[in-house]
């Protein structure tokens, strides 16, 4: 890394106090940290100590920075997570999942509270529990609880000026009725109260309550609502056997450990809610496994806890500094949070249990992928072996022709780079030069004007590295000769779908490839992918021309009459449907022209017949 004069003055002037460095490249700010002393830390960047691979490829790319100072370890912190939300730089930990789960909100500080699904914790007096991870858990929570607890779904202003009728939801007994006076601010607020107590883990009361109102019901030969009364038990009770109870207290705690192998790193979080684990969620890492844990696991929990309301207590692997952290997710809580590295007893078998999760999920990750690489890069790189290419192709472009006994003919051209579709690079031909039904010479005009345009330099279509023709020996031969009429030596091979063989050219006999090999199945996708494109936009356009030859040909519908027609009547068929005096009271009809289009339908289903 070279220093330069700008640099070397700043190194000079670095203050010994906390703050923020942002480190940067060409003016863009490429990695974002905190330190006890900017001082010593940024020095240690341009000092002659080794680094860790990614940080020595930081480094290397670093021709300026700056500092921010902060009065305390605290607000360096704080001044950090939103330097790294404002920039989010390449280098710091980044979660792959930035998605915001849904809590459950209940708005206590309304009269008579409602159940709702909220996106974010807003400070706005209501209660939030979560958050739920997956669509499936929130919808299996809210719908237990709007079974068994009848709070209101509405979003009226309550208590009313004068009463209204209840509307459907107090008929199936899934509301008190509050709109209308049914019930008491008293009775209300008791129930909100057991579904605040039921959210905190705390079910066999409202167990014993359920079951209570199911013998009741029995007893007044009741036999619907006792029967809604036993599912709604059944359903807790199924809810709470899923969940993986590990008695440790009756807080609320999340559990935090990392695994790395080297290369990627996972961070794994337990959420144990009441004394039972609820959800464990995966967190993936990129480029972080060769970091220390304290270092990865104090980046995460400041992305982690960004946009997420932190359990009681947060018992972690490893960190740098837990007092600062502590601090910070108190002021991230809005009230008492106690974090813990422990070093024996149960939390540090649920940081170990976190641990495990952690090396488990790292593995499939890296099994996954190893499954996608052998898919694309890998599958390209036994394509090139098997038609003796002399690099592996990275850019490979799939041609296909479709039409209809020559009517509406298109062609297609789908792209795959690095084994993986490129759906933004794919394009559609309309066939210009060739009348009817000709698909050889469809392709030789098709791979003319592709070939051409980059030759010309025309747009930005990069020249392909592989070009795959959908037929045989004779498609082939017309897509070469649009390659050698430009001059130009791309590779090309033709499959034919009958056998699967591959053609190259000027070969007598095709190659045959395993059916079940990675090269195969990836110009089997190119191959189905350019036909499917192909087929699609045949079928649009053929649409079109229906509706043109059957709308636009008839005196009087120009473009917006034919507008209105479809909008009123959705379709073609719809409208050969209608009577005259209907399509006169269309916007903008007049009566000769809807007799005109109405005549003119008729014979033409006449004719069909």
């Not at 020559?406 to 794919?426: D, H, L, T, W």
């Not at 009817?436 to 791979?447: C, H, I, Q, Y």
Request: hydrophobic share 40%.
């Amino acid at each position: 890394m070279l220093i330069n004069d700008t640099m070397r003055q700043k190194i000079a002037l670095l203050p010994d106090s906390p703050g923020c460095y942002l480190m940067k490249e060409l003016g863009e700010v490429i990695y974002v940290g905190k330190a006890v002393s900017l001082l010593h830390r940024v020095r240690t960047y341009f000092s002659s100590q080794p680094h860790s691979a990614k940080v020595q490829a930081m480094v290397d790319r670093v021709d300026d920075f700056d500092v921010i100072l902060a009065s305390g370890n605290l607000e360096a912190l704080i001044l950090e997570s939103n330097l790294i939300k404002l920039y989010r730089p390449y280098y710091n930990i980044k979660l792959m999942d930035d998605k915001h789960y849904p809590y459950i909100r209940i708005s206590v500080n309304e009269p008579f509270p409602r159940l709702t699904v909220a996106r974010r914790v807003e400070a706005d007096g209501a209660r939030y529990f979560g958050p739920y991870y997956g669509t499936s858990a929130i919808r299996q929570v809210t719908g237990l609880l709007r079974r068994a607890f009848p709070l209101r779904t509405c979003t009226l202003k309550l208590p009313p000026a004068k009463p209204l009728r209840p509307c459907i939801s107090f008929e199936m007994g899934q509301c008190l009725g509050p709109c209308a006076g049914l019930v008491t601010q008293e009775a209300y607020r008791a129930l909100v109260e057991e579904v605040i107590a039921f959210l905190k883990g705390r079910y066999k009361p409202v167990v014993d309550r359920l079951e209570r109102e199911m013998a009741q019901a029995s007893l007044e030969l009741q036999f619907e609502r006792a029967a809604e009364l036993r599912d709604s038990i059944r359903d807790i009770m199924g809810l709470m056997e899923q969940q993986n109870a590990q008695q440790t207290s009756l807080s609320d705690q999340d559990v935090i450990a990392a695994a790395g192998d080297g290369l990627d790193a996972m961070a794994q979080v337990l959420f144990i809610r009441g004394g039972k684990m609820l959800e464990a969620q995966a967190f993936p890492l990129p480029r972080e496994g060769s970091e220390p844990k304290e270092e990865i696991l104090d980046a995460f929990l400041e992305q982690f806890y960004l946009d997420r309301v932190p359990a009681r207590e947060v018992i972690v692997q490893a960190l740098t500094d837990p007092e600062t952290m502590e601090a910070w997710l108190r002021v991230r809580r809005g009230g008492a949070v106690t974090l813990t590295v422990p070093k024996r007893g149960d939390r540090l078998k649920l940081v170990e249990n976190a641990l495990q999760n952690a090396k488990d999920a790292l593995m499939k990750r890296n099994a996954r992928e190893q499954v996608v690489q052998e898919r694309t890069v890998g599958a390209s790189r036994e394509l090139a072996a098997a038609l003796s290419l002399r690099s592996v192709p990275r850019r490979i472009e799939g041609f296909d022709i479709s039409n209809t006994q020559g009517a509406q003919s298109v062609a297609s051209m789908v792209v795959f780079i690095g084994g993986e579709p490129a759906r933004k690079e794919y394009r559609h031909f309309r066939i210009k030069t060739v009348q009817g039904a000709n698909d050889f010479a469809s392709m030789n005009e098709v791979l003319l004007r592709r070939l051409r345009r980059t030759q010309l330099a025309q747009d930005a279509w990069p020249m392909p590295d592989l070009i795959l023709v959908d037929g045989g020996p004779e498609q082939l031969a017309f897509a070469l000769k649009a390659r050698d009429s430009l001059g130009l030596d791309v590779p090309m091979f033709g499959l034919a779908k009958r056998l699967e063989e591959i053609w190259l050219p000027g070969e007598a006999e095709p190659v045959i490839l395993d059916r079940h090999s990675p090269a195969m199945h990836l110009i089997q996708r190119i191959r189905d992918e350019a036909h499917r494109f192909a087929v699609t936009h045949h079928r649009k356009l053929r649409g079109k021309a229906s509706v043109h030859s059957r709308l636009e040909d008839v005196p009087g519908i120009g473009p917006a009459r034919r507008r209105a027609l479809l909008a009123a009547f959705r379709s073609v068929k719809g409208i050969m449907e209608q009577e005259a005096e209907s399509l006169a009271s269309v916007p903008g009809m007049s009566r000769k022209a809807a007799q005109a289009l109405y005549d003119a339908l008729h014979r033409e289903r006449e004719k069909d017949a």
